[in-house]
């Protein structure tokens, strides 16, 4: 009644009533303009996860005793779930809450207060803001809740029950809004999983590599098998017929083979790719024979059109690459428009501020040229240990872990230097794993072993100590093998990791995955006895 159907807060309110969240303040009003106590703000957010009640035979503040209290229960179970800490005897149930209460409450009930406290080193989200930067920065980059002025965010201003409810709507939806596009790449050893297809969008096929002849100082595409893992398999054609029979759309993907080649014009020593985006002599005839291949590949007796392209450029640094790369993609976009062909694009991630990373790639530019942006947002384990690293039996190297993936979806949906429009933007999903062997405490050896997840499994089927990393949100486990007398510690994906990271993509509000690769995930099925949860591949299509 209270409620004007050209309020701002209008279908946030009616879906809080709806979802039978709250029946407003009686008589039908919904109390518009009035503050929200801490008791009402934390009872809503309860109902909103559907979280179970819990009633314990006595309360755990001292305003918090009476069992037959509206709020007695939602407190307990608040309390139970991390969303709100024992750091005082008093909860202040009726005291209006604050804008940074609601922050830290709504961050905490994401299951991000680690997060929160490893993102503190970020500094000050707003001006004003003298403590808790890492809640009030997570709410603010989620767009759960903007700031009150340009550089504002008023910490210790209250807040209204309609603005209460705007803020946690925009997190149940973004939490409860399935995903849309899934894609996936089918290279090197992918057959096992080829009735995926069914289940794909759209599916990219990594059979070209660039390659530099020291012979003819040419470049040239390499689609043979001869020490080359992204070849054109001999039965190709029947796995595009299959594709294209569950109407999911093909791409071609060009890797850049990792080689140093002297420059003919300097006569200095420099990547490939770096060579090939860097001279427009070279990368014409390049983009050329890249385009010319995606409108009719010829092998094996066989042809084949394809919908579009992958470029799959690595190792970037630097403005000038950037400014290359940007080039080189606006001409290969201008040739594959030119018969309706779609351009994908992968990239490195940002990292913290502080650590080095591959900076050479434009994500504002990028979004604009491409069709697709594949956040490459993974790899984050360690290549190799120094031998100090060694000596300290140093094994604390998680895949993915949490914040550098919160950190690159920051940064490529940045509202001033990301990918404009966030339906472009897939993260992609890897199934690495890293394995080091100890003895006496020390690592033996400086590069990491890579099992397989089939190995993986039957490893853990005999037996092995299971473990979540809380800080990072990644899996290890440990366990002694008797042949080699060695400990051994194994990152590696499971699908609690893989469920945070597209929990995070979706708060992002980017919309579609990439995963590397069919034939390497998972789909290993718990029974009540055995709980080694790496049935990945259903975990990620439940979100779909």
């Not at 879906?15 to 009035?34: A, D, P």
């Not at 069992?67 to 209006?96: C, M, Q």
């Not at 919160?406 to 404009?420: E, H, Q, W």
């Not at 590397?516 to 290993?524: A, F």
């Amino acid at each position: 009644m209270d409620v004007p159907s050209g309020h701002f807060a209008y279908t946030q309110i009616h879906k809080l009533r709806e979802l039978g969240i709250t029946q407003g303040i009686g008589n039908n009003m919904f109390g518009v303009g009035r503050t929200i106590t801490r008791g009402e703000f934390v009872t809503f957010l309860v109902r909103l996860m559907g979280w179970d009640i819990v009633k314990p035979a006595k309360g755990s503040f001292i305003d918090n005793m009476d069992l037959s209290h509206s709020f007695y229960g939602t407190i307990e179970t608040a309390l139970l779930n991390g969303v709100i800490n024992k750091d005082s005897n008093y909860f202040r149930t009726d005291d209006p809450i604050t804008r940074e209460e609601m922050a830290i409450m709504i961050v905490r009930t994401l299951g991000y207060d680690t997060l929160a406290g490893q993102l503190d080193s970020l500094g000050k989200p707003f001006s004003d803001v003298a403590r808790n930067y890492g809640y009030i920065t997570i709410a603010k980059d989620l767009g759960i809740t903007a700031g009150t002025g340009p550089n504002t965010f008023s910490p210790n201003g209250l807040a209204t029950r309609e603005q209460a409810a705007a803020m946690m709507i925009r997190m149940y939806d973004k939490l409860n809004t399935p995903m849309e596009d899934l894609h996936a790449f089918y290279a090197i050893s992918s057959a096992s999983q080829i009735e995926k297809f069914s289940q794909l969008d759209s599916v990219s096929f990594g059979w070209a590599r660039l390659e530099y002849d020291e012979n003819t100082k040419q470049v040239y595409i390499n689609t043979d098998g001869a020490d080359n893992e992204y070849y054109i398999p001999t039965g190709y054609a029947g796995v595009l017929e299959k594709a294209a029979g569950n109407n999911v759309s093909c791409q071609l993907m060009f890797f850049v083979k990792d080689q140093n080649i002297i420059d003919p014009g300097t006569n200095k020593t420099i990547k490939l790719a770096e060579y090939i985006v860097t001279r427009p002599e070279i990368r014409k005839p390049v983009i050329k024979a890249m385009v010319d291949m995606v409108n009719e590949t010829k092998k094996h007796g066989s042809s084949f059109s394809f919908d579009g392209m992958v470029s799959d450029f690595e190792g970037f640094k630097g403005n000038a690459l950037k400014q290359s790369y940007n080039a080189f993609l606006q001409e290969l976009k201008n040739e594959l428009a030119k018969t309706n062909k779609k351009l994908y694009v992968a990239v490195h991630p940002k990292r913290k501020p502080g650590q080095a990373y591959f900076d050479g790639y434009d994500y504002r530019t990028i979004g604009e040229i491409a069709d697709k942006v594949i956040l490459m947002a993974h790899d984050y384990d360690a290549v190799s240990l120094t031998e100090d690293e060694m000596l300290r039996g140093y094994t604390d190297t998680p895949v993915t872990p949490l914040d550098e993936v919160y950190y690159a979806l920051k940064s490529i949906t940045d509202p001033d230097s990301g990918v404009r429009d966030l339906n472009k933007i897939w993260l992609q999903l890897s199934m690495d794993t890293v394995q080091w062997k100890l003895k006496d405490g020390k690592v033996i050896h400086s590069i990491p072993f890579h099992p397989s997840y089939n190995q993986l499994i039957q490893r853990f089927l005999t037996g092995v100590e299971l473990n979540y990393s809380e800080y990072s949100q990644n899996p290890y486990a440990k366990f002694f093998n008797y042949e080699d007398g060695t400990d051994n510690i194994i990152w590696y994906e499971n699908q609690r990791s893989i469920d945070e990271k597209i929990k995070l993509a979706k708060l992002f509000g980017v919309k579609g995955l990439s995963l590397w690769r069919l034939g390497n995930i998972p789909e290993h099925s718990d029974t009540p006895e055995v709980r080694l949860g790496l049935d990945i591949w259903n975990e990620i299509v439940k979100n779909f």
